[in-house]
Each structure stands twice: as structure tokens, then as C-alpha cells.
């Protein structure tokens, strides 16, 4: 069965500065990976998805992840936070012919200190 | 284009009752998907429809079950309600069948609260 964990419940970070969320997963094969994001009321936006290749992968609002089999992670990065990125993020992981049945983390709450 | 739209957005039901949430996909979407989002955890996969057909589910109870619509619409029907049961209850869509993993679309849920 696949897990996923994100570490972090809570993080907070000041505007302008370098923010890293950390997710590990377990799988037993190569998994497809996303990030997510959800604003208070609202659904959930996919930021970026890692299926194969170049392990660092773009994503949408300037946000980006590295894939590291080794470490069984996929932490999202931006190297300067703005007030709007506060939300919650997910990490989710699904599997190939697994369809839309993805295993999502916890999540983690980012706030933004002005 | 409008996105996935949910239906009620809040419902308010007691225990032992029934709730039926429906689900419009994006135009063009033949799947669409059930997620569970209990306050303060990550959503958790219910089920997915393809074609009418399920294509998969997750390891919730037989009083969750759901069904899709020749249009594609979706519902997702809980009966014997319990207060576990409260959560938001997110509705994507995509164009995956069960085979491939595709982007999914989310809607902005229907928030059911059980007393």
C-alpha cells in the first residue's frame, strides 16, 4: 500500500523568503507524484506532477519540485514566498492504471508573515 | 468554461439519515471522482467513475455508494449517517480512464456536518 507523509503540520515563512515543504513517500515501484494546494473554501489546484524524467519538475506560480528516489521524496520549493501563497498544500501519490485514485499527506499549512 | 460544480455546498443531516451530493464534471470529462476530506487531514479516495462504470473505490463502508449519469454527472449517496461521517466531500473530474493517472480537477466540495 502507498503513504505519504508531510512532516510539517504548520510553517510559517516571511514574505520574500525561500520556502521548502518536505514530503516522503512509500511505494513500491516508480510512483506519479503531485502537489496540490488548497485555499480556504476552495478545491484543490494542482501546482505541479511528477510522472517520469527530469527528477526537478516546473510547476505553475513559480513553484517547483525534486523528485529523489533515494530519499523516497518530493519536496516543493519557492525560491520567494508572496502573501498569496498562503493555503494548505498536499502531496499525493498515485500509481500507474491506478486511475484518479490518489493517497494524499496530511498537508501542511504555510502562513506568510507580511 | 465552468469548472466542476458541486451541489448542496452545506447540508446539515442527523444521525441515521440519508444525503445525496451531486457533482457536474468539466465539459469534455468522462471521469469523475469522490474524495473524502475530514477537517484537518488529507483528502481520502472514495471512488472513481468512467463511462457509468466504477473504476475504482476506496476502503470506505457499503453506505457509500455512488453512480454516474449518461451526461456524466455524478452522486455520491451516504445512508445511515454517522458523525464520523462529517467532512467536505470533494468531487473531481479528468479525462483518465482507470488506466492512466491523469490531472484531476476539483470542485469546492459540499461541506456535510452530521449532529
Known amino acids: 500500500a502507498q503513504s505519504v507523509t508531510q512532516p510539517d503540520i504548520h510553517i510559517t515563512v516571511s514574505e520574500g523568503a525561500s520556502l521548502e515543504l518536505r514530503c516522503n513517500y512509500s511505494?513500491?515501484?516508480?510512483?506519479?507524484l503531485f502537489w496540490y494546494v488548497q485555499s480556504p473554501g476552495q478545491g484543490l489546484q494542482l501546482l505541479l506532477k511528477?510522472?517520469?524524467?527530469?527528477?526537478l519538475v516546473q510547476g505553475i506560480k513559480g513553484f517547483e519540485a525534486e523528485f529523489k528516489r533515494s530519499q523516497s521524496s518530493f519536496n516543493l520549493r519557492k525560491p520567494s514566498v508572496h502573501w498569496s501563497d498562503a493555503a494548505e498544500y498536499f502531496c499525493?501519490?498515485?500509481?500507474?492504471?491506478?486511475?484518479?485514485?490518489?493517497?494524499f499527506g496530511g498537508g501542511t499549512r504555510l502562513m506568510v508573515k507580511p | 468554461d465552468a469548472g466542476v460544480t458541486q451541489s448542496p455546498t452545506h447540508l446539515i443531516k442527523t444521525r441515521g439519515q440519508h444525503v445525496t451530493l451531486r457533482c457536474s464534471p468539466i465539459s469534455g470529462h468522462k471521469s469523475v471522482s469522490w474524495y473524502q476530506q475530514v477537517l484537518g487531514q488529507g483528502p481520502q479516495f472514495i471512488f472513481q467513475y468512467y463511462e457509468k462504470e466504477e473504476r475504482g473505490r476506496g476502503n470506505f463502508p457499503d453506505r457509500f455508494s455512488a453512480r454516474q449519469f449518461p451526461n456524466y454527472s455524478s452522486e455520491l449517496n451516504v445512508n445511515a449517517l454517522l458523525l464520523g461521517d462529517s467532512a467536505l466531500y470533494l468531487c473531481?473530474?479528468?479525462?483518465?480512464?482507470?488506466?492512466?493517472?491523469?490531472?484531476?480537477?476539483f470542485g469546492e466540495g459540499s461541506r456535510l456536518t452530521v449532529l
Open positions: 511528477y510522472f517520469s524524467g527530469d527528477t
Open positions: 473531481a473530474s479528468s479525462t483518465a480512464s482507470g488506466a492512466t493517472t491523469g490531472e484531476l480537477f
Open positions: 511505494y513500491g515501484a516508480t510512483p506519479y
Open positions: 499525493a501519490v498515485g500509481a500507474p492504471r491506478a486511475g484518479n485514485m490518489l493517497t
